[in-house]
Nanobody, 124 residues
């Protein structure tokens, strides 16, 4: 079992930056594919970014590419999401998710473990 805890959310202004953290406990994170998803009120949960465990390969949603960066520190069992140039459309509850399958996955169904989320609010 893997437990995931997100942190780092908050209220910022458009153009500001935030760094979200996803800390894992229960077992080593090293070989897990880890992704960030987000869900705004009234909308479906959507893929944001993913990092593959085996080689650190990354992939981003078109809407965040060039502004967000996903990274991992396996020594700390933590995955980060650096969010720059935030827009009001980025406001959502952000979730991290983990899969032991070694791939680049955008589908929610591919992930076995989920955190409780951290709220990001962006004022215009």
């Amino acid at each position: 079992q893997v437990q995931l805890v997100e942190s780092g959310g908050g209220l910022v202004q458009a153009g500001d930056s935030l760094r979200l953290s996803c800390a894992a406990s229960g077992r080593s994170f090293t070989n897990y594919t880890v992704a960030w998803f987000r869900q705004a009120p009234g909308k479906e949960r959507e893929f944001v970014a993913v990092t593959r465990g085996s080689d650190g390969a990354t992939f981003y949603a078109h809407s965040v590419k060039g502004r967000f960066t996903i990274s991992r520190d396996n020594t700390k069992n933590t995955v980060y999401l650096q969010m720059n140039s935030l827009k009001p459309d980025d406001a959502a509850n952000y979730y991290c998710a983990a899969s032991y399958d070694n791939g680049i996955y955008r589908q929610l169904q591919r992930y076995d473990y989920w955190g409780q989320g951290t709220q990001v609010t962006v004022s215009s």
